[in-house]
C-alpha cells in the first residue's frame, strides 16, 4: 500500500487501499487539478473478468475509453467527477494527456533504468505510473507530444528505433488503481506528492529515458 502523505500538505494522491474509484477520482480532479472521465470497467462472466466493451479480445479490458466522445466528457470538477462515478462506480480511471500534463510512455525494464539514472543525476520527476502492460508513463510539462521527436534526433537517435512515445493531445493515461483484466492494476512508480506538483519539461528527462531505450532494444 502507498504512503500517505500527512493532512497538512497539499495533494495526499494516493491513499488507494480500501478507497473507491470514485473517491479516487475526485481527489486526481480536487487535489491535483487533473481532468479525469470514466473509462470501460470489468464485469464477472462465468467467473472470468471481461471488458464491459464486450470485445472477448479487448486489449485492455477494462482500461480504456467507453465512448467516441471521451475528450469532451473529461472534466476536472471534482463535482462532476463524483456524478459520473456514481452513475458508473466500478468504470475505469482514465486521465487525458495534452491538457495539464503530457506522458512519456517507455517500456518497464527501460523506465525503471532510467529512473536509477535519473536519482543519480539528482533529476526532479514528476508523478510515474506502471502499467501491467510492463509500460511505464512519466508525467511531464504539456507540449511533450510536439518537442519529443526532435529531441529525440538531437541526441542521435532516430524516432523510429527507440520504443519511446509522447502522449499528448488526443491521448490518455489509466490511473492507478485502474486494472487491466486479471493482469493486475496500475500502481505508481514514483507516487505524487507536494514536491512534484511542479512537472519536468520532457527536455529534462529525455537523455535518460532515449539512453535506457536504446540499451533495452
Not at 500534463?101 to 535519473?118: K, Q, Y
Request: glycine share 8%.
Amino acid at each position: 500500500m502507498e504512503e500517505t502523505i500527512p493532512a497538512t500538505e497539499a495533494a495526499q494522491i494516493p491513499k488507494q487501499r480500501g478507497e473507491t474509484l470514485l473517491e479516487t477520482a475526485v481527489r486526481y480532479a480536487e487535489e491535483r487539478h487533473w481532468d479525469v472521465f470514466p473509462g470501460t470497467w470489468l464485469e464477472a462472466v462465468d467467473g472470468v473478468q471481461l471488458c464491459s466493451c464486450e470485445d472477448a479480445a479487448c486489449p485492455a479490458p477494462g482500461a480504456h475509453p467507453a465512448r467516441p466522445d471521451w475528450e469532451t466528457q473529461a472534466t476536472g470538477s471534482a463535482t462532476v467527477a463524483r456524478r459520473m462515478w456514481q452513475k458508473q462506480p466500478n468504470a475505469s480511471i482514465l486521465l487525458p494527456t495534452g491538457r495539464t500534463f503530457d506522458a512519456i510512455s517507455v517500456p518497464e525494464t527501460a523506465g525503471f533504468l532510467a529512473l536509477a539514472r535519473m536519482e543519480r543525476m539528482e533529476l526532479t520527476l514528476g508523478p510515474v505510473t506502471l502499467t501491467p502492460d510492463r509500460r511505464m508513463h512519466f508525467f511531464v510539462l504539456p507540449g511533450a507530444s510536439v518537442k519529443v521527436p526532435d529531441l529525440v534526433r538531437k541526441l542521435g537517435w532516430s524516432v523510429g528505433s527507440l520504443d519511446l512515445v509522447a502522449l499528448g493531445e488526443g491521448a490518455w493515461v489509466a490511473g492507478p488503481p485502474t486494472r487491466f483484466g486479471s493482469r493486475g492494476a496500475v500502481q505508481w512508480a514514483c507516487r505524487p506528492t507536494p514536491a512534484n506538483r511542479w512537472l519536468p519539461d520532457a527536455e529534462e528527462l529525455i537523455s535518460p529515458l532515449a539512453y535506457a531505450c536504446g540499451r533495452d532494444r
